[in-house]
């Protein structure tokens, strides 16, 4: 290869603390939800600062393979500096922590949204069984997704997990956007907001051509696209941010991403240079996701006292 030592660029970027506040009484420690007790991941708020470190090396495009690689594994370092940063609290999504103990509760949960799509869809039947073939049909190619091949799970465990998993996604994308009110997993913010998280975790993904495959056999009436229903379920979390323009909305709405974690990154790091931050009326700052973050020099007024994290 090439000398490329000229071509490498570094930029050092520090971030903000930033950290949460609770909104109205505190949340208990457990709850119960459909009959199953539940973690209560809100009870503990953590800040942390991270330094980004950018590395730009120009390598010409035949050089680059990437067969077989995936992105979703968060690298053992990083993962043991601060693991809860990397976990669930809420709801497992693709294979990395399926069944996990602390996490089953919202698999009952995944199955009422499955009965439902299959049940109430007036006019037009929605086969559960026919679904479930459409994934058996991906589940090589979503196995190959991963960096690991997760043998330990059966296939008619990963085909199942595929569906409940992806039917979820999708249909919580939809209630929000149509129906929030009426879905009790909307009846607190915390929650929406922590499973809005979850859904945002490096390991916590399927591929996005599940979920496309997903919406395009269940969508009965004109509706948006997946893409545009998930900025909108995720808007609260742009922090700090306003709220999608509807140029933005357009921007991705056809557009092809890995995973959700991707696509709602490009609207981060394309949006700050195309679609500058407007100045926010008083008004905007009701918003869902609004006030919920401070930065560290105000919450240091506010008498909010730091401590260095020992690694």
């Not at 949340?27 to 009959?35: E, L, N, T």
């Not at 395009?216 to 306003?242: C, M, Q, Y």
Request: net charge negative; glycine share 4%.
């Amino acid at each position: 290869m090439e000398d490329v030592g000229e071509d490498f660029e570094t930029s050092n970027q520090q971030l903000n603390d930033s950290t949460s506040d609770s909104v109205g009484d505190q949340p208990a420690d457990h709850f119960d939800f459909g009959g199953e007790e539940c973690y209560n991941p809100n009870k503990t708020i953590q800040s942390s600062r991270a330094v980004v470190l950018e590395h730009t090396i120009r390598i010409p495009d035949s050089e680059i393979d990437i067969s077989g690689w995936s992105p979703l594994k968060v690298p053992a370092p990083m993962f043991k500096v601060d693991k809860g940063a990397y976990v669930p609290m809420i709801v497992s999504i693709g294979p990395f922590h399926h069944n996990e103990p602390s996490l089953r509760a919202m698999q009952t949960q995944k199955q009422r949204f499955l009965n439902r799509l299959v049940q109430n869809r007036t006019g037009q039947s929605i086969h559960e069984e026919s679904l479930k073939n459409t994934m058996k049909e991906l589940e090589e190619k979503t196995r190959k997704f991963y960096a690991d091949d997760f043998q330990t799970i059966e296939s008619d465990e990963f085909v199942q997990m595929m569906l409940l998993d992806g039917v979820f996604i999708v249909e919580l994308l939809r209630f929000f956007e149509k129906d929030s009110e009426g879905e009790p997993l909307f009846k607190t913010r915390w929650m929406q907001t922590n499973i809005s998280r979850d859904l945002l975790l490096l390991e916590n993904q399927l591929p996005m051509f599940v979920l496309q495959k997903i919406f395009e056999l269940t969508t009965l009436t004109e509706e948006p696209t997946l893409n545009t229903l998930a900025l909108k379920f995720f808007e609260p979390l742009r922090l700090g941010k306003d709220k999608f323009e509807e140029k933005m909305l357009k921007k991705h709405a056809n557009d092809e991403y890995i995973h959700l974690l991707a696509l709602f990154h490009f609207t981060l790091i394309s949006g700050d240079k195309k679609y500058p931050q407007q100045q926010l009326a008083k008004s905007d700052l009701r918003l869902p996701g609004k006030g919920l973050v401070r930065n560290a020099k105000t919450l240091s007024y506010a008498g909010i006292k730091f401590k260095k994290k020992i690694l």
